[in-house]
């Protein structure tokens, strides 16, 4: 068996020191007699090929997205397809959104000696034009949000949260509402929306829980779907919507469970994919169950097993 370590430079900043993620690394491996590679990433997708191409050679392989979100999905992204190959998360970003839904669990995940002695199970992944999606994908008003962050996170004396700020109230002032033609497992809606977003997982956007339900294990998607609002309604709205309280406005969200959705327009508009960008006219999502390896820390239950806890409690 090999580990290949799959290192984000810039996961939790530039200037962040990876030194320390790499003696720990070393120091989890050492006295295993196993194969491994830390291997450092150098642009966008350059994980996902990484993780393909070391795959392809057919020999058992595990693979540690030492990052973000992102570089979780391009790890994904990369195995989804290779039964010999799995992969797992080892938290290094800003947001570690995906690992939230392990709950009491999440915190197995920081630990390599847990991760390396981890039990793989296959989970389902989202295919979006070919691109594939681990946690979430999302169109309308909050992918446009995350999506521009950037834009303004890196200006003076603006930062992370500032730039989410001024990223929100630009994409307010320019318009919530788009028109769409969607179909969602045979049912055709048409008009003015929101928001579309397809859940894999549970959370996104630094902590926004849209469902409390959604496993990677279970064999469907979580659709939510927010029609048309004003300002007033979406500042509303928000913060049920943030957490997993949509079936307060039945009039307002749509939830189907399922496996097809496809989103089109006349212009081109964004998808959020993990957190990464696909700019289209179309766009076409479909669930892969079962698609991909995931390696769960040792100890570290199923989410499906979480979410059943929680109802119970509840």
Same mark, same amino acid.
Request: glycine share 12%; with cysteine.
């Given at each position: 068996? /090999? ?10 900043? &530039? ?15 050492? %006295? ?19 993780? &393909?191409?070391?795959?392809?050679? @057919? ?38 959104? +995906? ?9 197995? +995940? ?20 070919? $691109? ?13 949000? @995350? ?14 949260? @500032? ?14 509402? /788009? ?32 469902? $409390? ?5 279970? @064999? ?11 300002? +007033? ?10 957490? %997993? ?48 390896? +995931? ?6 239950? #199923? ?7 929680? #109802?119970?409690?509840?």
């Amino acid at each position: 068996m /090999r580990h290949l370590f799959i290192l984000n430079p810039v996961a939790g900043g &530039k200037n962040s020191d990876k030194s320390a993620v790499r003696a720990e690394i070393e120091s989890a491996i050492a %006295g295993r007699g196993e194969s491994f590679e830390i291997y450092e990433t150098v642009g966008v997708m350059d994980a996902a090929e990484k993780v &393909k191409r070391e795959a392809i050679k @057919g020999d058992q392989l595990r693979v540690y997205a030492c990052g973000g979100d992102g570089t979780l999905s391009e790890c994904a992204h990369g195995a989804a397809g290779f039964r010999n190959c799995a992969v797992t998360h080892y938290p290094c970003g800003t947001g570690n959104d +995906f690992v939230r839904m392990f709950g009491p669990d999440a915190g197995l +995940f920081h630990d390599l000696g847990a991760l390396l002695e981890g039990t793989v199970r296959p989970i389902d992944i989202m295919d979006v034009n070919g $691109r594939k999606c681990l946690n979430i994908a999302s169109i309308g008003i909050d992918a446009r949000v @995350g999506l521009d962050v950037h834009k303004y996170s890196q200006l003076p004396l603006v930062g992370g949260a @500032g730039g989410y700020v001024i990223s929100l109230l630009v994409n307010v002032v320019k318009g919530i509402n /788009r028109p769409f033609k969607i179909r969602v497992e045979g049912e055709e809606l048409e008009g003015k929306f929101a928001l579309i977003s397809a859940c894999n997982g549970q959370y996104y956007g630094g902590g926004f829980n849209p469902t $409390r339900v959604a496993t990677p294990e279970d @064999g469907a998607l979580d659709f939510l779907i927010v029609k048309a609002v004003s300002r +007033f309604t979406l500042a509303r709205l928000i913060k049920y919507y943030a957490s %997993g309280q949509y079936a307060k406005y039945p009039e307002i969200i749509k939830y189907v469970s399922g496996r097809h959705l496809t989103v089109e327009d006349d212009s081109e508009f964004s998808v959020s994919i993990d957190g990464e960008a696909l700019y289209t006219k179309c766009a076409k999502l479909k669930l892969i169950p079962g698609g991909v390896n +995931f390696i769960y820390p040792k100890g570290c239950r #199923t989410v499906s097993e979480i979410v059943k806890k929680e #109802t119970e409690r509840v």
